[in-house]
């Protein structure tokens, strides 16, 4: 079975400055994706960025860039320019091809705290 | 589109009392799952369908039955509920036609069970 780890429960960071959350995963397959979701206080789970396992070059969006290891199983989140709407739960997770399409499996979450 | 709806946001049982979650999608999504967020647990999935009239369990489906007669609908049951599955519940659908592994998440319902 699939396991996705976040290791860091809990993460601090000074508006404008950067910050990378952590995520390890096991896998046996080779078909797959990993996304990072924001849950704000709202509870709405929203898609902040995602990457093919079969694409070598790292996912961006905007401010939000992943460092995709795949060969050490990491999939860490980099956010620049923290802005104080960035505060919210970080989940990492996976889900396979094939059979496995579709269903997520989700790391324990970090909670992200923005200073201004 | 109203995306990915679940009702009712908020709901308390007494223990053994019966209930279904609603869910639905208007994006004609053929993947539907039944998540379960608990503290310190992130997400798991409870029941997942790839069409109408397919189902399968996931990673915690005791004591939750699902049914899939339309492709927009998705409800899950709860037959006799339990303080265990106090929780919040989230619905999602994603298609294999759309951008690889998307879901679209609904915004939840949370449950107390007594």
């Known amino acids: ?116 | 589109n109203a995306g990915v709806t679940q009702t009712p946001k908020f709901q308390v049982l007494k223990t053994g009392q019966s209930m279904t979650l609603q869910c639905a999608q208007d994006m004609n999504h053929e993947y539907m799952s039944w998540y379960r967020q608990d503290p310190g647990m992130g997400l798991r999935l409870i029941h997942y369908s790839v069409g109408a009239g397919i189902t399968d369990q996931g990673e915690v489906p005791n004591g939750y039955n699902v049914s899939r007669s339309t492709t927009e609908d998705f409800p899950l049951r709860l037959l006799s509920a339990a303080p265990s599955q106090t929780s919040v519940y989230f619905c999602a659908s994603s298609s294999p036609s759309g951008r690889a592994g998307e879901q679209f998440f609904g915004p939840g319902t949370r449950l107390t069970v007594l």
Not at chain 1, 63 to 90: E, H, T
């Open chain 1, 1 to 116: 079975a699939q396991t996705v780890t976040q290791s860091q429960p809990e993460m601090s960071v000074q508006e404008a400055e950067t910050v990378t959350l952590s995520c390890t995963y096991d896998t046996s397959e080779s078909d797959y994706y990993l996304f990072w979701y924001k849950q704000p206080p709202s509870r709405q789970m929203i898609l902040v960025i995602r990457q093919e396992a079969y694409k070598q070059q790292n996912a961006t969006e905007n401010r939000f860039s992943v460092n995709f290891q795949k060969a050490a199983k990491s999939f860490s989140l980099k956010i620049s320019d923290s802005q104080l709407g960035d505060a919210a739960m970080y989940f990492c997770a996976y889900t396979g091809g094939g059979t496995s399409y579709g269903k997520l499996t989700f790391g324990q979450g970090t909670i992200l705290t923005v200073h201004p």
